[in-house]
């Protein structure tokens, strides 16, 4: 059980994103107002609660699932106290850079999750994802490495420099395969994926069980295009990869039919209903719109292999 030693307004902001919780939400869910709330988190390190307020913050923090508490540990950095040395640990905190693109990504341990509109049981072994969508710039490296086909929005085959940090779009499900073989990478599976975007007991969106379309770049969002793949902190999965509802669609390797590859997450152009982690969807391989890209995976065996070079 993780605990803090003492709570400022840094971590009582960290565990209402953790919790993904509104400020009305989490005021009434610890008792205080919302002014109150607000007042901590826009003083930051430089508040320090009254014990009575530190005493309700520890009981919230110590009532949190494993999930919301791996999130919390993600937002805060990892400072936060293990309340015993055997304590095990949450998951999402063991990322890596991978040696050959240099992307940063996160184990995924061997586990049970809850798949599917039923959250079916299934078993998926230990895996590494990609943290974020591949993006322009990450793209801009293969391409230029292997002389791969730009995709097809970039002016003079080159990104828009302010674009650098968005995912990459129009790419057909095998641009992302041949980026995926390049980088030493596959594409994840449909379990694999959603797994990572739903944790291991079957939230509805990665951040919960809460219908928020402003934790995502959805079509309700307005923004009518892309966003920086980093953008959108209060909507990580478990995890912590991001993009795992809206932004764009997902490339997988698992087939749905010949010729057809699955993929998920909706994307800008989608409206919220679709952007559930769990609901299925498919295209044809050679499908190629602003609205799709990929991130990659690997197994942690061939992980393990490649960081022992």
């Not at 390190?45 to 913050?57: H, I, M, Y």
Request: glycine share 8%; aromatic share 10%; proline share 7%.
């Amino acid at each position: 059980m993780a605990t803090v030693q003492q709570w400022t307004g840094i971590e009582v902001r960290a565990l209402r994103n953790a919790m993904r919780m509104s400020l009305r939400e989490f005021a009434a869910h610890l008792g205080v107002s919302e002014r109150m709330i607000s007042k901590w988190e826009a003083a930051g390190g430089n508040v320090t609660p009254r014990p009575v307020n530190q005493a309700a913050l520890d009981t919230c923090m110590q009532r949190s699932d494993s999930d919301t508490q791996a999130r919390f540990k993600y937002l805060t950095d990892g400072r936060v106290v293990g309340g015993s040395s055997e304590t095990t640990e949450l998951i999402g905190s063991t990322q890596v850079r991978h040696p050959s693109d240099g992307s940063l990504m996160v184990k995924v341990d061997a586990s049970v999750f809850l798949a599917g509109p039923s959250n079916e049981p299934v078993w998926v072994p230990a895996y590494y994802i990609d943290v974020h969508p591949v993006s322009n710039a990450e793209y801009a490296r293969f391409t230029a490495a292997t002389g791969h086909k730009p995709p097809e929005h970039w002016p003079d085959e080159q990104y828009p420099a302010e674009l650098a940090n968005h995912p990459v779009v129009f790419v057909t499900w095998k641009d992302a395969i041949a980026y995926a073989h390049w980088a030493d990478k596959e594409l994840p599976t449909a379990q694999q994926w959603e797994k990572a975007a739903r944790g291991t007991r079957g939230m509805v969106y990665p951040w919960g069980d809460q219908p928020t379309p402003a934790k995502c770049n959805v079509r309700e969002s307005g923004i009518g295009a892309t966003t920086p793949v980093d953008r959108y902190q209060s909507g990580v999965s478990p995890y912590g990869a991001y993009d795992m509802c809206g932004n764009v669609w997902e490339w997988f390797s698992t087939a749905s039919r010949p010729g057809r590859r699955e993929l998920r997450g909706g994307a800008w152009t989608s409206p919220f209903d679709r952007a559930t982690p769990s609901s299925f969807n498919d295209a044809a391989e050679t499908m190629c719109d602003d609205d799709t890209g990929f991130r990659c995976a690997v197994s942690a065996d061939a992980m393990e292999r490649l960081l022992n070079k």
